[in-house]
């Protein structure tokens, strides 16, 4: 398959897991990628995929970054086609009262606000071009349990989707978002937190994943390349007909 031949990519998240995965997969496909992540893994990424591809670390949590990184990709290669939003993860996994204030902001910021201000940073060189193509990654943890902050973003990031295709919908710009399921992937390199868990959170977190087993139809986790199909398909012209759209990826849990 040859869906993205001459587009042009971002990738958010790029460096590990579902995002690494879009990113080899698109590149196989003849993207021309621009990869951003935190982290300096990136840069491997980089490497392995050659030179139709541009790594760029940043903190996608602040905005003046992601206007950075949008600049610099139209600079890089003269438009902007397609915007996969991957930044996001739950920071912590607990009952709602044990959060405190500050890690209830801390989730909300990791999961809401990287995609909320690459869609803003993005938006005004694919509204010039007259097209474009964006897939933010959600998650059915916004029925789910011991996540509600992280829930709570997501369920953002899902108004962000169907509001963002009402408005562009006749510019020429389509607007979806996957929301995976449980997913088996690498142990990350970089954790989201590297706190060490308390056997109480042990306990927590293995609540998350009996409940994730529980809804899924399928009884079972997804694989990266299940979770990278949708988000492909989405982004491509396949979907042209397509906006507005949340589709669930979780072996039949709705979320």
């Known amino acids: ?15 590990q897991g579902i995002g690494r995965r879009v990113a080899e997969r698109m590149a196989a496909e003849g993207a021309r990628l621009i ?7 990136v840069f491997e990424l980089q490497q392995q995929l050659g030179q139709d591809s541009f790594a760029l670390t940043a903190d996608l949590e602040q905005y003046s ?3 950075r990184v949008m600049q610099a990709a139209v600079e890089r290669f003269g438009r902007l086609d397609i915007l996969i939003n991957n930044v996001g993860g739950t920071l912590w996994a607990k009952p709602f009262e044990h959060y405190q204030a500050s890690q209830i902001e ?12 690459c869609c803003h940073a993005a938006l005004p060189f694919m509204l010039e071009q007259g097209s474009g193509a964006i897939v933010n990654v959600s998650s059915i943890a ?6 509600v902050p992280y829930g709570a973003a997501k369920g953002g990031v899902n108004a962000l989707t169907a509001c963002l295709a009402f408005e562009t919908a006749g ?4 607007v979806n978002a996957t929301a995976p399921g449980g997913t088996e992937a690498p142990p990350r390199v970089i954790p989201r937190n590297s706190a060490e868990q308390s ?16 809804s899924s139809l399928m009884k079972r986790y997804g694989t990266l390349d299940e979770q990278a199909g949708a988000i492909l398909f989405l982004a491509s012209d396949e979907a042209s007909y397509i906006t507005g759209m949340i589709m669930p990826v979780g072996g039949g849990d709705q979320g």
Request: aromatic fraction near 8%.
């Open 106 to 117: 801390a989730e909300v910021r990791r999961s809401l606000f990287p995609t909320l201000w």
């Open 35 to 41: 990869l951003v992540d935190r982290s300096e893994l």
């Open 1 to 15: 398959m040859n869906r993205f031949h001459e587009k042009v990519a971002l990738i958010t998240g790029a460096a």
């Open 199 to 214: 056997a109480e959170e042990k306990v927590w977190y293995q609540q998350i994943v009996d409940q994730t087993l529980d």
């Open 142 to 147: 916004t029925r789910s349990i011991n996540r």
């Open 65 to 67: 970054e992601c206007d």
């Open 171 to 174: 510019r020429g710009i389509r």
